[in-house]
């Protein structure tokens, strides 16, 4: 059974209200600490892992891990000189946007403010575009259809590319609202 991750104060000295001792502070009120990722079985990469999250529909995450593991297997196959992790990886850096817009409203007007990115937001943003890709594509397994799209963004195409340009098209088209940032 996994440990229990959220740490709570125990002492009750230390979480009183107003010096009544009947009142304790909520157990909520305490910094949540944030649960890890594993790394996944097979190639032990905490990417590999994360892609297993997003493709997970309904908690299915063996049904997922499939997919997963046989979209690299058919990428390995189809690119042999290279490991399918480092593949999946030059994707993913490939479709991480580094500026997106912003709605603000200012003085009646709403603005599209480009901004940059946060590691961690670009991070989700690509795999997020990368799922939506593969899950329009209708006809084919779902591994064939991820495999399909995984290597489209090594190669710095498709859908989820056009995403990502479409993006920094609008970024760069309203550069001149950038100082309401």
Same mark, same amino acid.
């Given at each position: 059974?996994?440990?229990?991750?959220?740490?709570?104060?125990?002492?009750?000295?230390?979480?009183?209200?107003?010096?009544?001792?009947?009142?304790?502070?909520?157990?909520?009120?305490?910094?949540?600490?944030?649960?890890?990722?594993?790394?996944?079985? !097979?190639?032990?990469? =905490?990417?590999?892992?994360?892609?297993?999250?997003?493709?997970?529909?309904?908690?299915? /995450?063996? #049904? @997922?891990?499939?997919?997963?593991?046989?979209?690299?297997?058919?990428?390995?196959?189809?690119?042999?000189?290279?490991?399918?992790?480092?593949?999946?990886?030059?994707?993913?850096?490939?479709?991480?946007?580094?500026?997106?817009?912003?709605?603000?409203?200012?003085?009646?007007?709403?603005?599209?403010?480009?901004?940059?990115?946060?590691?961690? !937001?670009?991070?989700? =943003?690509?795999?997020?575009?990368?799922?939506?890709?593969?899950?329009?594509?209708?006809? /084919?397994? #779902? @591994?064939?259809?991820?495999?399909?799209?995984?290597?489209?963004?090594?190669?710095?195409?498709?859908?989820?590319?056009?995403?990502?340009?479409?993006?920094?098209?609008?970024?760069?088209?309203?550069?001149?609202?950038?100082?309401?940032?």
């Amino acid at each position: 059974m996994r440990e229990k991750e959220e740490k709570f104060v125990t002492d009750n000295s230390s979480n009183k209200v107003g010096g009544n001792d009947d009142l304790l502070a909520s157990p909520y009120a305490t910094k949540f600490v944030k649960r890890s990722l594993r790394p996944d079985s !097979r190639y032990g990469s =905490l990417l590999v892992s994360k892609l297993i999250n997003i493709v997970m529909a309904d908690g299915k /995450r063996t #049904a @997922a891990t499939n997919v997963v593991y046989a979209a690299l297997e058919i990428i390995g196959r189809k690119i042999p000189d290279r490991h399918p992790v480092e593949i999946l990886e030059a994707a993913v850096n490939n479709v991480k946007p580094l500026v997106e817009v912003k709605s603000k409203r200012v003085g009646g007007a709403t603005y599209q403010i480009p901004t940059e990115v946060r590691p961690k !937001r670009k991070l989700v =943003l690509a795999f997020r575009w990368i799922r939506e890709a593969f899950q329009k594509k209708k006809g /084919r397994p #779902a @591994a064939e259809k991820l495999a399909g799209e995984l290597m489209d963004a090594y190669n710095k195409q498709g859908a989820a590319m056009a995403t990502r340009e479409n993006v920094h098209k609008m970024a760069e088209a309203n550069k001149a609202f950038a100082y309401y940032a």
